[in-house]
């Protein structure tokens, strides 16, 4: 691996949902985690580089073949079940985006991105918050935010 001949280490990769691996990480079993946000709650959980390793937003996505959603229309979300990963950021700021613009969905919580990709293609979520920076091939933008 290349990263690994620039800064002489080995690296060994884990698997597991999001909230296992920062889990790993505040428990000292697991040294990097990419994606973090950082907020003052975690900063008192966690080191953080002083460097960014970048700056993203979220997007909100349907299956591709779905036209019941149009991009920037946010009043086709009530009632509508949006999948969002439990414990992360992005989560907080959907929620905080539907109560800013008078929008009740029905927020399912979900455990890791995977199962939430599956739920959305097989129908039982109508739509998924997601990284900007994640392309997902079956599947289009509604809103990035």
Same mark, same amino acid.
């Given at each position: 691996?290349?990263? +690994?001949?620039?800064? &002489?280490?080995?690296?060994?990769? $884990?698997? *597991? /949902?999001?909230?296992?691996?920062?889990d790993m990480l505040r428990n000292g079993e697991i040294d990097i985690l990419g994606g973090v946000d950082m907020t003052d709650q975690r900063k008192t959980e966690v080191s953080f580089s002083q460097f960014s390793e970048?700056?993203?937003?979220?997007?909100?996505?349907?299956?591709?073949?779905?036209?019941?959603?149009?991009?920037?229309?946010? +009043?086709?979300?009530? &009632?509508?079940?949006?999948?969002? $990963?439990? *414990? /992360?950021?992005?989560?907080?700021?959907?929620?905080?985006?539907?109560?800013?613009?008078?929008?009740?969905?029905?927020?399912?919580?979900?455990?890791?991105?995977?199962?939430?990709?599956?739920?959305?293609?097989?129908?039982?979520?109508?739509?998924?918050?997601?990284?900007?920076?994640?392309?997902?091939?079956?599947?289009?933008?509604?809103?990035?935010?």
């Open positions: 691996m290349a990263l +690994s001949q620039y800064t &002489g280490w080995d690296y060994e990769f $884990v698997s *597991g /949902t999001w909230q296992q691996c920062y970048g700056y993203g937003g979220s997007r909100v996505i349907c299956r591709r073949d779905d036209d019941r959603f149009i991009y920037g229309n946010m +009043s086709s979300w009530n &009632g509508a079940k949006i999948g969002c $990963v439990t *414990g /992360t950021r992005r989560t907080d700021s959907f929620s905080a985006l539907c109560k800013s613009n008078g929008i009740s969905p029905n927020t399912v919580l979900i455990t890791d991105q995977k199962k939430m990709q599956k739920m959305l293609s097989s129908g039982q979520l109508d739509l998924a918050v997601v990284s900007q920076s994640r392309s997902i091939n079956g599947f289009r933008s509604v809103l990035d935010f």
